[in-house]
């Protein structure tokens, strides 16, 4: 199931005569077959010249670069939320508020990194609404966190559902750190937490899936 079939933007949100998001569709890259460094410049290039046009309001522009980043946006508030339609509203909120603010967006930051901050927020909030808030047990405050990987094979399925089953504290910092690369800092920083909290809840994530899936995780 491809992750955009589901999201359109509401009618009201674009100006009147707008079509909305159309559904996600996977497609090749038109890098693909670029040298790496040259494909990325390549998209980075293509990426802030459709930037630039929808922050001049081209709504064909931000359907270009929603149809880009739809994926991975849905992943981060799946992996937040544990519901698939809890996901579906957040991805939406996301891109209607990223479209309502694009003109305070500062290209010192990726357009990725800003479009995760928004979808970590509205998942949190979310959460808030539904009493989906979990503390940081006190004994593992302050404990530090290293980087971890798996010590012996496991099923891509097995690793998702154990991350699936880990409290929201531990499983939003090894997501954001693990999964989608940021340091502690800034997972922090969207997660609203001292960075020393974050750390600790890595260190939390990762005893629980050594001892979920039996394997040794350093």
């Known amino acids: 199931m491809s992750a955009g079939e589901h999201f359109r933007f509401r009618e009201n949100v674009l100006p009147c005569g707008d079509e909305g998001l159309k559904p996600f569709r996977s497609r090749a890259p038109l890098t693909a077959q670029m040298p790496h460094a040259q494909a990325e410049e390549t998209r980075v290039d293509w990426e802030g010249a459709l930037l630039e046009r929808a922050r001049a309001g081209d709504r064909r522009a931000f359907e270009r670069l929603y149809r880009e980043h739809v994926g991975r946006v849905y992943g981060l508030c799946l992996r ?7 996901a579906e509203d957040c991805t939406q909120e996301t891109f209607i508020n990223a479209w309502r603010a694009l003109g305070k967006f500062e290209t010192r930051s990726s357009l990725a990194t800003w479009l995760h901050r928004i979808a970590v927020n509205v998942s949190l909030a979310k959460r808030r609404r539904s009493g989906q808030v979990e503390p940081l047990p006190e004994e593992e405050q302050g404990m530090a966190a290293g980087e971890w990987t798996l010590e012996t094979p496991v099923e891509v399925q097995e690793i998702e559902s154990a991350i699936g089953g880990l409290p929201d504290g531990a499983r ?25 909290t974050c750390k600790a809840q890595l260190h939390r994530a990762r005893k629980l899936l050594r001892e979920r899936l039996g394997v040794g995780v350093s």
């Open 172 to 196: 939003d910092a090894l997501v954001l750190h693990a999964l989608y690369g940021y340091s502690h800092g800034e997972a922090a920083q969207m997660l609203g937490i001292a960075e020393g």
């Open 80 to 86: 937040m939320t544990r519901d698939a339609q809890l």
